[in-house]
Nanobody, 124 residues
């Protein structure tokens, strides 16, 4: 059974930084693309960032581009999201997701496994 567990969320002041981690168990991570999504109160879940199986290709939403960086360590079966220059509008529950295939995906329906979510709150 594939399980994804996020960690690293919390409360941070605007302009601060956080790093989210997502550890995958149940299968080797190396053959699959991974992604991060977020859901703010009263809004639909939205794409944040994605990374191909090897880590050679990444993509970020325009709203977080140049502030967020997605990386992965396949040897540790772990996905990361480093978030800099956080803004109050970044407040959301962040979910890591495991894609069905190896290519980078921006659409949530291309992901088959999801973590439980990690709350990030940014104070102004």
């Amino acid at each position: 059974q594939v399980q994804l567990v996020e960690s690293g969320g919390g409360l941070v002041q605007a302009g601060g930084s956080l790093r989210l981690s997502c550890t995958v168990s149940g299968r080797p991570l190396s053959s699959y693309a991974m992604g991060w999504f977020r859901q703010a109160p009263g809004k639909e879940r939205e794409f944040v960032a994605a990374i191909s199986w090897s880590g050679s290709t990444t993509s970020c939403a325009d709203s977080v581009k140049d502030r967020f960086t997605i990386t992965r360590d396949n040897a540790k079966n772990t996905l990361y999201l480093k978030k800099n220059s956080l803004k109050p509008e970044d407040r959301a529950v962040y979910y890591c997701a495991h894609a069905y295939g190896s290519s980078l995906e921006r659409v949530s329906t291309n992901y088959g496994y999801w973590g439980q979510g990690s709350q990030v709150t940014v104070s102004s």
